[in-house]
């Protein structure tokens, strides 16, 4: 007997056995999946054992990649792998699409990346602005076109590309970029990375007359738009980029765009002041340090962080005196020859000389994914995850020791704390002296035992940072909208507090408690981008729902035997310029509706009309023409929309089954309505012209916000100390982390504690807000009280030095988070340590800011510094005797000797 192969446990089968066979191979092709639909398949077919238990699973449906998309190529900004999308092979993509069907495609290639040739899935390609020149002629600032290109792909490739697309032989054809605030000539055999072409970078595409004429002599210059100076500039949308890494589907180009460069004065002829980050009309006068940094796209998180550091007093200092000139270590295998010290070094120079109001870390981006793959491309990071990678990179760049000798490890049994810890510090200063460990590193005491065998294992570790988990809750607040359908009242928001194992149903039961709704006439709903995504059923997990998920509730009233549970998508139309169609856009809220039992459709326009008139208003103050309903209600004589057929993925005609097909019509006449298959509909609103009825797209937006839904973030009761005291708790290790036992010679699940032993010059808390789980991703948005001033840690620090000289810090900046897993931002406030003003750094802007702005449940990585104690280099140190270890005051970790690289509040 031959399987089924639409049965769940063949598509299951088939699909695993493709992933767990497929590695990455260079050139090969992969395909995006949208990751709510990925999990939905995976349910249906039980994927993983554990979900057996789910008795009916949804069927996922159609794939529906739109959300994905800005336009018709281009992806969303912000999509995070694993909870926006998930990427199979072209096997698995093409057996999914053949049993589900919908789409759009969107592929991209296996590219090597970094010094390393390292295998990359490339998600995000580059765009391209080229501009076009022919012989002498000045370059048109309004005539560019936008291209998406992979960053592997070779300058002569895309030049070949550009004049394809643009009629020109390649031979007479050159290509120019703006590296660095300066044009340069591109060498053809170059690929994109090399030629350090970034996202959004302008590309002039030069071309000659004929074989015999010469080029042009020197960059291109840019003529001036119109006589007052201002240069003609206009908005396009993403549908605008054409897609040269793959085949063109008759998508439009733009024929300008938001000139970065239109804000420089007329004439000028580079193009400089956006990626140099030179503002056109600064002459002088701005704070040292008060600068911001462009982004480059998704670089918000490396800005966030380069911002912290910057103003990291000891350690700018150390750049600007270009100390680290001669302390680069070239040849150190673990470092990256030096490069990302000096390109850093260069950045802080422009940051902190006063002439910008804002610089481009254009050269400094791409060195990090020269070195570091894992941050090459454009697609958003973790601040704190950059932050780490750098503070080691510019460690072994800086290391001051070049041989690195061998260093034994003893056994520590039975001796005093203070010459462990020595011994353990002078281990590690014989192979790692720099202004990152001068600065930011201190001491953990780490204490094992055996639970069978009782024995004990102590080490003492160094730490750059200290993340910090936080003490989560039992509990869980679920925002949830309720749209009473029936009604067609304002949607109320509520918060529902639910026990984080709880299932849907008991939320839902929750939800009616406090709403005074029938839980058994509430369906509860996740809306992504204007569509409903998929209906939770009360036998799943709270735990489906992500911090940045849109659950929606719809009350419908009673459901009669033989009713109707209609899906109402709301589209307006939008006429495309360049087919000079009219496509349809979803936006504002879905909504479910009861179509009872030999329902027509108008009923299903009067059901509609419920819901959405309160979003109505007549033009120019006139009255609304109105019919007398039944039941008392008011209709108007003809409705401000039309209704059609859709299939509940929304990108489908639900009646033809047809993709081109926008949706057969419904009209408002007293047939029988045609229940389809899926039984969802589109609203379609008229487009608005004088005399027409119009929404109001305010209202549409507008909710009422219960009580329950009013919670003070700072009410969490959460503390940096109660999160110190969490990290320093003695936890039991898992299994899977189980320690081995030299004395009983096995694995052991052994208590597990730390302690904090000698604390650095420079603080970095790392409060741990995103939880991974092999079910769920989440961030904690829940707010953490700090101390701007006096962090006193003395009561739980042990070195002597320390106990002696309490450990008193002063925060001086803070990396913040807002927003969820899947579009987060980052930015950060700082404390120049010129004129002790705090300031906030927003990508490009940096403006002063208040006290009360410092504090903020987005705080991710705080910044603090010690009072009292000066950078200085440390090295290697005598170790205390086992006589003097109990009254020694010499800390192991702060024993250092005075250089030049300590520093006085007044050198920065």
């Known amino acids: ?238 549908a605008d980029v054409r897609d040269l890494s793959g085949p063109v589907h008759g998508y439009a180009t733009r024929s300008s765009y938001n000139n970065p460069y239109a804000a420089s004065a007329a004439g000028t002829s580079t193009m400089g002041s956006y990626y140099s980050g030179a503002s056109s009309n600064n002459t002088g006068g701005l704070e040292k340090g008060v600068c911001g940094l462009s982004n480059l796209g998704n670089t918000c998180f490396m800005n966030s962080a380069l911002q912290c550091l910057s103003n990291t007093q000891a350690l700018t200092q150390y750049f600007l005196a270009d100390r680290h000139r001669g302390e680069l270590n070239t040849t150190n295998p673990l470092g990256m020859q030096g490069k990302i010290a000096e390109h850093y070094g260069d950045l802080i120079h422009k940051v902190w000389s006063g002439k910008f109001s804002s610089v481009s870390p254009t050269d400094f981006k791409w060195q990090l994914g020269k070195f570091a793959p894992q941050f090459s491309g454009y697609r958003q990071h973790d601040s704190q995850e950059l932050l780490a990678f750098l503070l080691d990179g510019l460690h072994e760049d800086l290391n001051r020791v070049t041989v690195k000798p061998y260093v034994e490890a003893k056994d520590y049994d039975g001796r005093e704390d203070p010459i462990i810890a020595a011994e353990s510090w002078n281990n590690h200063l014989l192979r790692n002296q720099s202004i990152i460990v001068d600065t930011f590193m201190g001491q953990l005491k780490s204490t094992l035992v055996c639970p069978d065998c009782g024995k004990v294992s102590i080490t003492f570790d160094p730490f750059m940072y200290l993340s910090l988990p936080l003490p989560m809750a039992q509990e869980r607040s679920v925002p949830i909208i309720l749209c009473n359908t029936v009604t067609g009242e304002m949607p109320v928001k509520y918060a529902v507090n639910v026990s984080k194992r709880a299932k849907i149903g008991e939320m839902r039961q ?155 019509p419904v009209d408002p006449d007293d047939a029988l309505f045609n229940k389809m298959r899926d039984s969802a509909v589109s609203l379609d609103w008229h487009a608005i012209a004088p005399g027409e009825r119009v929404f109001d797209e305010q209202l549409q937006k507008e909710t009422i916000t219960h009580p329950s839904a009013k919670g003070d973030d700072s009410s969490s009761g959460l503390s940096v100390r109660s999160c110190l005291e969490l990290f320093l708790t003695k936890e039991k290790l898992s299994p899977d982390d189980a320690w081995y036992c030299p004395q009983c010679k096995v694995f052991r699940e052994a208590t597990k504690k730390f302690d904090l032993w000698a604390m650095p010059p420079v603080l970095v808390i790392h409060l741990k807000r995103f939880q991974y789980n092999r ?101 290697p140190s005598a170790i205390p005797t086992a006589s003097s270890a109990g009254s020694s005051s010499s800390s192991s970790s702060s024993s250092s000797s005075t250089s030049s690289t300590s520093t006085s509040s007044s050198d920065v």
Request: hydrophobic share 35%; net charge negative.
């Open 1 to 238: 007997m031959v399987d089924d192969p639409t049965a769940p446990e063949v598509q299951r089968q088939k699909v695993k056995t493709i992933l767990e066979n497929t590695s990455l191979k260079e050139d090969d092709t992969w395909y995006l999946l949208p990751y709510k639909w990925w999990i939905q398949w995976k349910n249906y077919v039980h994927y993983d054992d554990d979900d057996t238990n789910m008795q009916n699973p949804a069927h996922p449906g159609p794939i529906n990649n739109a959300d994905l998309l800005e336009g018709e190529t281009r992806l969303k900004n912000d999509l995070i792998d694993g909870s926006d999308y998930y990427m199979v092979p072209a096997s698995a993509w093409n057996f999914l699409l053949n049993r589900y069907s919908g789409g759009p495609e969107i592929q991209r290639k296996v590219i090597k990346v970094g010094n390393g040739n390292q295998l990359q899935l490339e998600v995000y390609l580059l765009t391209l602005h080229v501009y076009k020149k022919t012989g002498q002629s000045m370059v048109s600032r309004t005539d560019v076109i936008s291209f998406m290109v992979s960053k592997a792909a070779t300058v002569k490739y895309l030049k070949n590309k550009l004049s394809q697309h643009l009629s020109l032989a390649p031979h007479n054809c050159r290509l120019w970029g703006e590296i660095d605030g300066q044009m340069r000539l591109l060498t053809e055999t170059e690929s994109l990375e090399d030629a350090r072409l970034v996202d959004e970078n302008a590309v002039v595409l030069e071309s000659r007359q004929a074989n015999n004429v010469s080029f042009a002599d020197g960059p291109p210059q840019f003529r001036p738009e119109n006589d007052n100076g201002i240069h003609a500039s206009t908005s396009t949308t993403a």
């Open 775 to 875: 079910w769920s991703r989440d961030k904690i948005d829940a707010f953490v009280d700090f101390p701007v001033t006096s962090l006193d840690l003395s009561e739980y620090v042990m070195s002597p030095e320390d106990k002696a000289n309490p450990p008193i810090y002063d925060l001086f900046a803070v990396s913040n988070h807002s927003g969820g897993l899947g579009g987060g931002h980052y930015t950060a406030v700082a404390k120049n340590s010129i004129d002790s003003e705090w300031y906030s750094f927003n990508d490009s802007s940096a403006y002063g800011t208040s006290d009360t702005a410092i504090k903020s449940a987005s705080a991710y990585v705080l910044f603090y510094k010690k009072r009292g104690q000066e950078v200085v280099s440390r090295v």
């Open 510 to 664: 929750a939800l009616a408690v406090i709403s005074g709704m029938k839980a058994e006439e509430i369906i509860l709903t996740d809306v992504c981008f204007g569509k409903v995504y998929s209906f939770l059923d009360d036998t799943q997990a709270v735990s489906v729902i992500r911090p940045n998920d849109i659950t929606v509730g719809f009350c419908v009233g009673p459901r009669a035997e033989g009713s109707t549970l209609l899906q109402v998508t709301q589209r307006r139309p939008e006429r495309n310029s360049y087919s000079k169609s009219t496509n349809y856009s979803t936006f504002g809220m879905p909504f479910l509706v009861t179509l009872p039992p030999g329902g027509t459709n108008v009923d299903v326009y009067r059901k509609i009309w419920t819901v959405v008139k309160r979003l109505v208003s007549p033009q120019n103050g006139q009255s609304m023409d109105v019919d007398a309903g039944e039941a008392g209600d008011n209709y108007p004589d003809t409705f401000p929309f039309q209704v059609r057929h859709l299939d509940r993925s929304s990108i489908r005609c639900g009646k033809c089954n047809s993709y081109s097909c926008p949706g057969c």
